[in-house]
């Protein structure tokens, strides 16, 4: 079993809609979880993270926490096609501002958005 | 805040040669950054931890004398790959702060 599990798709989504992002990871003592965007030959942008179990929004943006089932997920809502990248999800043990923070990486889910 | 510059943005490079990739820190104090590296349509595969002050920490299969990290200051860290060789093409991406990244460097070796 992988330490982060992401669906490689491509998740392929009409503009306008909602698109869904699964991530799911193997450690229970992971703190702080990551969402990234990666466009084709582009380093990773963060998008958000969040801590805590629930759900935390960020304009077009909502972050949803489960640590009971460990899984995290993010919904962008009103895709739009410069929405099409890959989204990469990562997990650490620490939370906070974090200078010593390793995270363990996912390997992405490909997100297309069709006008 | 926490921005992270890196240079160069790409390099091409003969085989045996070496490259430089500077990553710095511009408004805060990096004790640590990571270093990654990744190949064309696969994720982010994370090389190698620099310390200020003391010595990195390689992930397994890395090879420490092939991808030297100095990281002297609070606002420097540098990956250097020594004799490079075409299978080394990548992109070389820092991360400081633990989670902002610099822009990444595309590594050609010819």
């Known amino acids: 079993q992988k330490e982060v599990e992401q669906n490689s798709g491509p998740l392929s989504v009409p503009e306008g809609a909602i698109a869904s992002l699964n991530c799911t990871y193997s450690?229970?003592?992971?703190?702080?979880f990551f969402w990234y965007r990666q466009y084709s030959g582009k380093s990773p942008e963060l998008i958000m993270f969040?801590?805590s179990n629930g759900d935390k929004e960020d304009g077009r943006f909502t972050a949803q926490l489960n640590k009971a089932s460990q899984y995290v997920s993010l919904l962008i809502r009103d895709s739009q096609p410069s929405d099409s990248a890959t989204y990469l999800c990562?997990?650490?043990?620490?939370?906070?501002?974090?200078?010593?923070?390793?995270?363990?990486w996912g390997l992405g889910t490909s997100l297309a958005v069709n006008p | 805040g926490a921005v992270v510059s890196q240079h160069p943005s790409w390099v091409i490079c003969k085989s045996g040669t070496s490259v430089k990739i500077e990553c710095r820190s511009l408004?805060?104090?990096?004790?640590?950054m990571f270093w990654y590296r990744q190949f064309p349509k696969q994720s982010l595969m994370l090389m190698a931890t620099?310390?200020?002050?003391?010595?990195?920490?390689?992930e397994q299969g890395v090879e420490k004398d092939k991808f030297l990290i100095n990281h002297a200051s609070l606002t420097l860290s540098t990956l250097t790959v020594t004799s490079a060789h075409p299978e080394d093409s990548s992109f070389y991406i820092c991360?400081?702060?633990?989670?902002?990244f610099g822009s990444g460097t595309r590594l050609t070796v010819v």
């Open positions: 969040i801590y």
């Open positions: 991360s400081g702060y633990g989670y902002t």
């Open positions: 990562a997990v650490g043990r620490t939370r906070g501002s974090g200078n010593n923070r390793k995270l363990i």
């Open positions: 450690d229970r003592g992971s703190q702080s």
């Open positions: 620099s310390n200020e002050g003391s010595k990195a920490t390689y």
């Open positions: 408004d805060f104090q990096a004790t640590t």
